[in-house]
Every structure is written in C-alpha cells, then in structure tokens.
C-alpha cells in the first residue's frame, strides 16, 4: 500500500478568488490525499515555508488576478534557494496561453486552465508521484 | 371562483393519469428530476392552482407599490431603461480614464470603477505586498492625485458613478469628494454608488482588512455622513454577486445578502441612526446566472422579502426605505475559456433575466473574460448587448411582463420561502456575522460548488463547449495585457507625490485620524482631510489598521 499523497493548495498574492482551489481541495482530499490549504494572502515565502513543514510532494498554485507571471516563478526560485528540487509544482487559474511557456521555463510542472475537470489534474498528479491508489 | 378550481384540479388529474398511462411511455421525459439551480423541482406543466393562495394585492401588488414585487417604479422602462454600467479599470488611471471615455462616447451611461487588488486591500503600490498585482484587476488609485486623472475630463455632475471598493470605501469616497471639489461640483451634486459592503468580503471575496466591528463602524460612519452630505448617493451595495461567483445557488445567493442586510440595518440602528434617514440609500447588487427563470424569480422574490423586513421588522415608513433597488452582472463563472465567442450568447440570456427581473442597473460581461481582462471590441459587444435588449425586444415596454406567469409566481414563491428558511436560520445563529465567524455561509457555498464541479465532470449539468459540442480550437487572439511597466511607472508617480507634497500637512492628517479612530466620532471627515494634502491609501488605511487590527480567515474548506 502506497502512501497518501500530501499537496498543499495556496493562494499566493492577494487575489480572493479562492472557489477553484476550495473546490479542487475537496477533490483532492475525496480521492484520498492529505491535502493542506493555506487560506487567502499568502506570500511566496509563507508557502514555501508552510510546504516544508508539511513535508508536501505538490503544491498546486491558484490564481486568478494574473500575478501568476510574478508570483510562480517566485516561488520557484525560493524552492531552489532552499534546495528543494522535487516537490511538483503545477499552477491554476486564468492563466492566458500564452504565459504558460515562460510558467514551465521556471520550473512550474503544470498548468490547469479554466474548465480543467478535476480527474485530469489527480491522474497528473498519481503519474508523477509514482503513485496509483488513492483515487476514488 | 372556488367551484372554477375544482373543475380545473379535476382536469389536472384527468391529464396527469393519462400523461402517465399513455404519454410517458412512449415518449419518455429527458430526466427524471428537472430542478432549478436551487434545486426547486420544476414541474411539467403549471396552472391557476399553483397559485391559489397568491393574495395579488398583498404578495404582488402594483408597480412601484408595496411589496414592489413587481418593480420599485410604476412604470419602469417605460420611462426610462436601466443605467448601462460596465464594470472597467486596468493599469493606470491615465489608461482607464481612456477606457472610460471610450465607453460613455459609445452609449454607455454610468462609470464603474474596477481597482486592483492593492487598492482594495489598502496597500500602496509600493508595499511589498503589491507587486505583481499592480493595475492587474483594475485601476491602480495611491492617492488623490491619481483619482484626479481616473476622472480627467469626465464632469462629476453630469455622470453616475460606481465604485467597487469595501474596507477603504471611505477613503476612495472621500477622494471622489475631494475630485468634485476640485472640478467646482459639490456633494450633494455627485451620485453614485460605494460598494462598502464588508459581510460579503469575509463571505466569498476575500478584500478585507479589518476586524468585522471597526469594519461595521467605518460602514455605519459612511452611512450617516452619505445621508447629511451625499443625498444622491448609495452608501452600500450589499452584494450577493460575489457569492454566487463563489457557488452558491441562487437562493443562497439572495438570502445571504438579505441576511447582511439586517445586519446593517441593525448596526446603523445600534449606532443611533433614524432608519427611514439611511435606509432610501441601500443598494443592492445581484448576479444573473443561467437558470433563466429562476433568476426572475429570485429578483422579484428579493423586493418582496426586503419590503417587508423593512415595514415589519425595522417598522420603516419612507417608501424609499422599502424599495429594494439593484445593480446586476452576469455571472463570470459561467463563462468559458473554451469557444469563448459562445460567452456572447450566455451573456445576453442572463441580462435578459436581469431585465425581466426588474435591475435599476447592468453590467454585461464581455466574451473573453475567463482569458483575460476584457479587450475594447469584447467589451464594445457586451454593451450592444445590453442596447439590443433595451432598444430592438421590446421587453421594455410593460412592466414585470413575465409576472402572472403561472411558473413565475409559483418559483417566485418557492424561492422566497426557501430563502426565508435560510434567513431564519442566520438569525437563529445570531445573525450574519456570528454566522460568518463560524463559517456557516461560507461552508454552504463550498458544498455547493463542489455539487455543481461534480455535475459538470459527470455530464449532468451541460457545459457547451466544456464538456460537449467540443471543438479542436487554436489560442485566442488579441487578448488584453497590462502591460508590466505600469506597474514601475505607477510606483515612480507614488514616489514623486511622495516627495512633492506637503509633509506636515500629511502627519497632522494622520494624528488627527488616529485621534478619531481611537475615539468614537464619525471618520469621514478627518478621512476627508488627510486625502484632500495628498495623504496615500496606504497610510490612511495603515492608521486604520494600527488602531482596529487585521481581521484573519479561517482557512475551511
């Protein structure tokens, strides 16, 4: 038997919309995995930090306000300072196309555009965690 | 009449037996169920015995009569349609200032101010806080100096104003004021509306700053200054629209903002304000989503139950205290990033809805909005929309044409007594705050927005273009983008201010607010003050926060 996957769903930045990534934490959690929400307002570094303490395989980035051009690569880059390279970052919300490039280019695994079903994202992420139970 | 009746449920029996021995056999219903959005159970046909015990005169009345039912005004567009009002603002003030003249050149007949999440948090451009989302969401306001060229060339007293803004509302009021005063138009010549509505913020948009008792002083402190200074203005729109973007059901929707309603009412009250003063000033602001009739019926229930609330409860006697007069938007979370000229269509349903329902205002969402801000031809057919339902249908020419609707009247019904239930229960818990502290509003909506991302992933709820009638598709074109160096710009321009004004005037304003804030008097006024020198958002709102404290969600999902 596999271990659950542990993700933690954040809002960075300061955007309100949080129904996708409340929705998508049901989801994630209903399939069987241990999912951590942070809750509104998060910065970069309070996600990074809460990720560590938490001992997450993913996080899963919402955003809707388009500070996701800002806001992902940042905390890409606070992952690398603190010499984490396998922790799976994917990113969600209305994302245009043509951001999603530079978003992978900075190490961003995924990204799930509006009108994503939610079976989509966990069979991602069971793929690349290796893992193949879980999901309900 | 009775005698009538009988005849007629005997004939409705007759037809339901038949309908079940011999129709439905052969040709067999799509569903087994047919539900509203709410979940109200739609039957297959409806008759004057859904309706029997519709008083017209006490549950309907006449237009612009008690209990507005059927509309807050006697003859509705006949006289005049509903104020076009697109929801607009991005990057600079320089760059919405051309927004907003492109479109009161093209018709439209009121301004709504979108900002970006900075100002409606109440940070500067420069907090650290900020960057990234400067002029993202909308207009980027630090000071006065950047409301004077948002409404640059733009008469005060010749145009109607909407501003989307909660936990700063008095301060982006006060600098509106301070503009007016600057182009020679006084207070009581400026209308328009400040959303300040701070119960759906800790609900479902997530804009707050303050702890929810200071946020309801600063509310009631606007409440009572609109009403000695600002007659033309409505100091609160109390919104349900954020909600049902956050998923609600239509009946959530409209009973979790009456349910803040009574909670403002009841603060105003509270802090010695005469009900029939504040209450004509009220607004209200619903979402049109897509279940067409639905949506009519939760508009047309909204009035009747706020009237009466208003005259029972609150024993309100100015007819203007019992109008329940609102602002609507399509609903954004139904449009698709996937066909998204389809968007068009679902657009012009929902304002239908919102027209036949009786809105004083709307906004009509443009096509590309799941991708991007609205670009200016997305936002040009949006409101054509809206010109096309009020000048080429002729739904405009009889009031509530669809009230005497069997089905109408009957889902009209349903929602307010489903509605009321939910009412009931808020104040059961001790109201809408005490019930927003303990996550009650907010768990029902998540409940049913993973219901409704279910019904979707299983097909049961039709998504065009989502999941059927999908189409291989290429990247859409010619999207809007802020571009990222007005986001520097704006922080030099914050910078220069900063340097060019006059300090002590600014740390005086300060002191003086802090005084007020500590105290108990109305902060409109010293708010005023420190705008008028140039004091920034940021450290108005920072005083605030010294004094009150930041209010912290409970992460519940």
């Known amino acids: ?136 | 009449m009775e005698q009538k009746n009988r005849e007629l449920a005997a004939a409705k029996e007759q037809w339901e037996e038949n309908l079940k021995e011999k129709v439905l056999p052969r040709f067999p219903e799509r569903k087994e169920r047919f539900l509203t959005h709410s979940e109200i159970p739609v039957e297959t046909v409806y008759t004057p015995l859904d309706i029997e015990s519709t008083d017209y005169l006490e549950d309907l009345g006449m237009p612009g009569e008690y209990p507005y039912t059927r509309g807050v005004q006697p003859t509705m567009y006949r006289g005049r349609t509903w104020t076009m009002r697109q929801y607009a603002g991005f990057g600079t003030a320089e760059e919405t200032n051309r927004r907003f003249k492109y479109l009161l050149d093209r018709g439209q007949m009121g301004l709504s101010v979108a900002f970006d999440l900075p100002t409606q948090i109440g940070y500067d451009s420069d907090h650290p806080l900020a960057f990234g989302e400067v002029g993202k969401v909308g207009v980027a306001i630090d000071s006065l100096r950047d409301m004077e060229t948002l409404f640059e060339g733009i008469p005060l007293d010749k145009v109607s104003t909407s501003m989307t803004i909660n936990s700063p509302a008095a301060v982006l009021l006060a600098m509106y004021i301070a503009v007016g005063e600057k182009q020679g138009v006084s207070p009581e010549q400026l209308s328009g509306t400040i959303q300040n509505d701070i119960l759906k913020e800790y609900i479902a948009r997530g804009t707050y700053i303050y702890p929810p008792e200071p946020s309801m002083r600063l509310i009631t402190d606007t409440f009572e200054y609109c009403s000695t200074n600002l007659p033309n203005w409505n100091s609160i729109s109390i919104s349900g629209y954020h909600i049902r973007e956050a998923g609600s059901t239509a009946v959530q929707e409209m009973a979790f903002t009456i349910a803040n309603g009574i909670a403002y009412v009841e603060a105003a009250i509270k802090a010695g304000l005469n009900i029939d003063e504040f209450a004509p000033r009220l607004s209200f602001f619903f979402n049109a989503h897509l279940n067409f009739f639905e949506e009519v019926a939760k508009f047309r229930a909204a009035r009747r139950i706020w009237a009466r609330i208003m005259k029972e409860r609150f024993g309100a006697k100015n007819p203007k205290s019992l109008m329940l007069r609102f602002h609507t938007q399509t609903a954004g979370c139904t449009l698709t990033a996937q066909q998204p000229d389809v968007n068009i269509i679902r657009v012009a349903y929902q304002a239908l809805s919102a027209v036949l329902g009786g809105t004083q205002s709307l906004h009509t969402n443009s096509r590309d909005e799941a991708l991007a801000l609205p670009s200016e031809d997305s936002v040009l057919i949006a409101l054509r929309t809206q010109q096309v339902v009020a000048y080429e249908t002729g739904v405009t020419d009889t009031v509530d044409p669809l009230g005497g609707s069997y089905f109408i009247e009957d889902l009209t019904n349903r929602v307010e007594k489903a509605a009321m239930e939910y009412i009931n229960r808020i104040e059961a818990m001790g109201g809408a705050v005490r019930a927003i502290e303990e996550g009650f509003q907010q768990m029902e909506i998540q409940d049913s927005a993973y219901k409704y991302q279910l019904e979707i992933e299983s097909g049961e709820r039709v998504v065009i273009g989502v999941n059927k009638f999908q189409i291989e598709e290429k990247p859409p074109q010619n999207l809007l983008r802020v571009d990222p160096v007005l986001e520097e710009n704006q922080r030099q321009k914050l910078n220069q201010l900063k340097q060019e004004r006059d300090h002590q005037a600014v740390s005086g304003s300060l002191a003086r607010l802090k005084e007020a804030a500590r105290g108990s008097g109305n902060m409109v006024p010293p708010i005023l003050d420190a705008v008028r020198v140039y004091a920034t958002l940021g450290e108005i709102c920072d005083v605030l926060r010294d004094v009150f404290g930041e209010y912290q969600q409970k992460a519940i999902f």
């Open chain 1, 1 to 136: 038997m596999t271990n659950p996957v542990r993700i933690l769903v954040a809002k960075p930045g300061l955007d309100g919309h949080d129904r996708g990534a409340k929705v998508i934490a049901q989801g994630f959690r209903n399939a069987g995995m241990e999912v951590i929400y942070t809750g509104l307002r998060q910065t970069p570094e309070q996600i990074v930090q809460t990720a560590i303490q938490e001992d997450v395989q993913v996080i899963a980035l919402s955003c809707l306000s388009g500070a996701h051009s800002y806001l992902f690569p940042k905390v890409m880059e606070l992952l690398k300072n603190e010499g984490i390279d396998d922790i799976i970052v994917l990113g969600g919300g209305v994302i245009p196309e043509e951001d999603i490039k530079d978003l992978k280019d900075a190490g961003i695994r995924e990204v799930f555009t509006s009108g994503t079903p939610i079976k989509a994202m966990l069979d991602f992420i069971n793929e690349n965690t290796g893992t193949t139970g879980g999901v309900s």
